[in-house]
C-alpha cells in the first residue's frame, strides 16, 4: 500500500464513522459510466475497461452492505448500446453475463433483471432468468441489473402490459381510461413493488440521466462523480451518501 491509498483509506474511515445510517438511502441507482475512458487513459482496450467496470460490482454491493442499503440499480447496457457493432457488442455482452454469474454465485444478493430481454440475445435471456431463480431465496440486498435497459423503452412496456392486462379482463378503453392513474402504471415497471430510488449516482464527471430510470427517479438525488466507474473508490462512494444526508428532499413541497 502507497502512501496515497494510505491517505484514502484513513480518510474514508473519518467520512464512514461520521455517516448518519439513519440518513442513508435504501435505494441508490447507479450509471456506471467510464469503463471505455478508463481503459484509454489507461493504455488499455476497451474489454480490459469492461472488465476492470465488471469486478468493481461487488466492491460496491459490499459498501452498500456495510451501510444499510437495500436496493441496488446497476445501469450495465442500456438500449442503445444494443446498436453497438457486433465486434464491441459481443465481448461487453460476455463480459455483463460473467458479471450476472458472479452475483449469484455469492450467495448474499437477490438478483433481478431490469429491462427488456426480448432484445437480447437468446444466451444473455438464460443468465439472467437463471440468476434470478438461483437467488430469488436470498435475504441480503435486491440488486436490479438493468441490462438491455432503456427509460423510455420501460414506460412504453409498462402501458402495454397494462393495456394487454385490461383487454383480458374486458375493460374498454372508456372504462380503461376513466380509473387508469400514476399507480397503475407503476405496478407495471421493471422495478414494481421495489421502492423508487432515492440517490442515482453518475461516474465519469457526465451530468445527463441518459434516459435511466425516469418514471422511478421523479423525486430521486442525484449525484455525478468525476471518476470513471473502475476507478470508482469506497470515499467516493461514502462522500455521495454524506452529500445525500445533508439535502433536505421537499418532494415537490
Given amino acids: 500500500m ?3 491509498d494510505l491517505v484514502y483509506g484513513l480518510y474514508a474511515r473519518r467520512v464512514e464513522g461520521r455517516l448518519d445510517h439513519a440518513q442513508v438511502p435504501k435505494h441508490i441507482g447507479v450509471i456506471l459510466d467510464g469503463n471505455r475512458r478508463w481503459a484509454k487513459a489507461s493504455g488499455g482496450t476497451p474489454e480490459q ?14 459498501w452498500c452492505a456495510e451501510t444499510d442499503v437495500e436496493v441496488v440499480t446497476l445501469w450495465m447496457l442500456s438500449t442503445d448500446n444494443l446498436n453497438r457493432p457486433e465486434e464491441q457488442l459481443v465481448p461487453l455482452l460476455g463480459i455483463i453475463e460473467n458479471a450476472v ?3 449469484a454465485a455469492d450467495g448474499r444478493w437477490r438478483v433481478h433483471h431490469a429491462g427488456t430481454m426480448d432484445l437480447l440475445p437468446a444466451r444473455t435471456q438464460t443468465v439472467l432468468k437463471e440468476a434470478q431463480e438461483a437467488t430469488r431465496g436470498n435475504t441480503g440486498i435486491l440488486v436490479n441489473v438493468a441490462v438491455g435497459y432503456g427509460g423510455r423503452q420501460e414506460i412504453a412496456d409498462a402501458v402495454r402490459s397494462l393495456l394487454l392486462e385490461h383487454a383480458e379482463r374486458g375493460t374498454s378503453f372508456e372504462e380503461l381510461a376513466e380509473i387508469v ?5 407503476s405496478e407495471h415497471l421493471y422495478t414494481r413493488g421495489q421502492p423508487d430510488p432515492d440517490l442515482v449516482i453518475r461516474t465519469s464527471g457526465e451530468q445527463r440521466l441518459s434516459g435511466f430510470m425516469l418514471w422511478q427517479s421523479a423525486h430521486s438525488e442525484y449525484y455525478f462523480c468525476e471518476v470513471h466507474w473502475p476507478a470508482f473508490r469506497k470515499v467516493d462512494f461514502l462522500r455521495a451518501l454524506r452529500d445525500y444526508a445533508a439535502r433536505h428532499r421537499r418532494y415537490g413541497t
Fill in 49 to 62: 475497461g469492461h472488465k476492470a467496470g465488471a469486478d468493481k460490482i461487488q466492491e460496491l454491493l459490499g
Fill in 101 to 103: 454469474r458472479a452475483l
Fill in 2 to 4: 502507497n502512501l496515497r
Fill in 181 to 185: 392513474d400514476v399507480e397503475h402504471i
